[in-house]
């Protein structure tokens, strides 16, 4: 070794803040565990994405980033999981006491929420028509809606069919709205998809009826100017009153038989 190199300094190890240090690991996110909640929330997303034709279990899994075989761990199957999506539509949702000198404002205010709940999800209204009302968590409801009928003083017989005609009114209701929603999303229309805008398509309507033959068609021309006038929300209240109306009519007392006249919209 020369002098030189003898008297040179030697080399200081690297400072720690040189140092060549490897990546911090990063612990993965815990996984929030699987359950039937989640498994209706992902498949209420699926549904609102692609509609019920899309929806499938394989495509609630991919969701929810997991195997189709772990779904069954928490629903037995499709028919499992649309019957769990429909009664979910039910929760926080109560039928008041039957009160007989409300009972047609009561039957506005479930037929307006029930509608609303049904607009909630697309195609909903399609799930609703497959699905009977009868599970343990679905009863106390259809007991609330038969005692407003009963305790208005309904006949047993009319009473007994009365739910199923108002209910398959609102589904009705609702799948129509529902086919418009997929029309306009698929036109790219400015209309609220939930609620189409009747009045976009009235005077082309109503200019098509009044101009159709008069010795064929006396009763289109004569309403021409009334034909498709109203919001889905005026069309749906106009509905219930001729319901409730014909309902009325079976009362012993008919004396103040008429339906309310709230036909106001409805959000």
Request: hydrophobic share 40%; net charge negative; charged share 25%.
């Amino acid at each position: 070794m020369t002098d030189a190199a003898a008297d040179s300094p030697a080399t200081p190890p690297p400072s720690p803040w040189e140092r060549e240090r490897p990546a911090r690991a990063h612990a993965a996110p815990a996984r929030t565990p699987l359950s039937r909640h989640r498994v209706v929330e992902a498949a209420f997303t699926v549904l609102d994405r692609q509609g019920l034709d899309g929806l499938s279990m394989r495509q609630v899994a991919a969701e929810l980033d997991v195997t189709v075989s772990a779904l069954y761990a928490h629903v037995s199957s499709k028919d499992d999981l649309l019957e769990l999506m429909y009664t979910r539509l039910f929760d926080g949702f109560e039928i008041p006491a039957a009160d007989p000198d409300r009972w047609q404002e009561q039957l506005l205010d479930f037929a307006r929420a029930s509608r609303r709940r049904l607009l909630s999800h697309r195609d909903m209204a399609r799930i609703s028509m497959g699905h009977v009302p009868f599970t343990a968590e679905l009863l106390p409801h259809v007991e609330g809606l038969l005692a407003i009928f009963r305790t208005a003083g309904l006949p047993d017989r009319i009473a007994a069919e009365a739910g199923d005609l108002i209910s398959t009114y609102i589904d009705g209701f609702v799948l129509e709205e529902g086919m418009w929603q997929d029309r306009a999303a698929q036109q790219g229309s400015a209309s609220s998809p939930s609620r189409p805008d009747w009045r976009e398509m009235a005077g082309e309507m109503q200019n098509y009826f009044a101009s159709l033959p008069e010795a064929d068609f006396p009763h289109l021309r004569a309403l021409s100017g009334l034909m498709v006038t109203d919001s889905s929300d005026e069309r749906f209240d106009i509905g219930l009153q001729i319901i409730l109306r014909g309902l009325a009519s079976y009362l012993p007392d008919r004396t103040d038989s008429t339906a309310p006249d709230d036909t106001g919209p409805r959000n």
